[in-house]
Antibody
Framework: QVQLVESGGGVVQPGGSLRLSCEVSGFSFSRYGMHWVRQAPGKGLEWVAFIRYDGSDEYYTDSVKGRFTIARDNSKNTLFLQMNSLRPEDTAVYYC?????????????????WGQGTTVTVSS | EIVMTQSPATLSVSPGERGTLSCRASQSVSSNLAWYQQKPGQAPRLLIYGASTRATGIPDRFSGSGSGTEFTLTISSLQSEDFAVYYCQQYNNWPVTFGPGTKVDF
């Protein structure tokens, strides 16, 4: 079955860095674009970043541009989120999620399947 | 950026009742609208995409409708396991954006 497993979260001081990973199984990772979505404690969902299936294009929410980088290694079925210059407002559960491809080959950019999340806490 | 709004913020209903949740986009998103359910301590789960297509394994008591800027998620007869927070999300334009959520409780 389709599985996405995030790791790499933890406690970091403001200005520090973390690298999140999302290891996937059960589908052809190299065919699917991938998202990172976060949720601050007690708050709603916030989209963070997206990368196309082949890594050829990336999109970011404004608040993380220049600080976060999304990447992927299709040979290892793994998605990454490199987070630099972390701020307290980056504290959240971070989820990875795959897009949906219809039987007609049309890509839908909603979040079809989600991982269980990894927690990032930015605090001194 | 397309701003998504949801109403009501909280929907108080009883099991067996019908629940109607609304979502509005600040500009047209065509039918590129998804609904998610999230229970405490769990990841969100996809319910509806393309405004009206149920995701795999989603019971038929969940239905979605609308296009353009106005959308509705209807739960025909609420079960105890349906009490959760529901988010809409547009994926017609970058950045994709979520609504603030509707909490469905007793």
């Amino acid at each position: 079955q389709v599985q996405l497993v995030e790791s790499g979260g933890g406690v970091v001081q403001p200005g520090g860095s973390l690298r999140l990973s999302c290891e996937v199984s059960g589908f052809s990772f190299s065919r699917y674009g991938m998202h990172w979505v976060r949720q601050a404690p007690g708050k709603g969902l916030e989209w963070v970043a997206f990368i196309r299936y082949d890594g050829s294009d990336e999109y970011y929410t404004d608040s993380v541009k220049g600080r976060f980088t999304i990447a992927r290694d299709n040979s290892k079925n793994t998605l990454f989120l490199q987070m630099n210059s972390l701020r307290p407002e980056d504290t959240a559960v971070y989820y990875c999620a795959k897009v949906f491809i219809s039987i007609f080959g049309v890509v839908h950019y909603h979040m079809d399947v989600w991982g269980q999340g990894t927690t990032v806490t930015v605090s001194s | 950026e397309i701003v998504m709004t949801q109403s009501p913020a909280t929907l108080s209903v009883s099991p067996g009742e019908r629940g109607t949740l609304s979502c509005r986009a600040s500009q047209s998103v065509s039918s590129n609208l998804a609904w998610y359910q999230q229970k405490p301590g769990q990841a969100p789960r996809l319910l509806i995409y393309g405004a009206s297509t149920r995701a795999t394994g989603i019971p038929d008591r969940f239905s979605g409708s609308g296009s353009g800027t106005e959308f509705t998620l209807t739960i025909s007869s609420l079960q105890s396991e349906d009490f959760a927070v529901y988010y809409c999300q547009q994926y017609n334009n970058w950045p994709v954006t979520f609504g603030p959520g509707t909490k469905v409780d007793f």
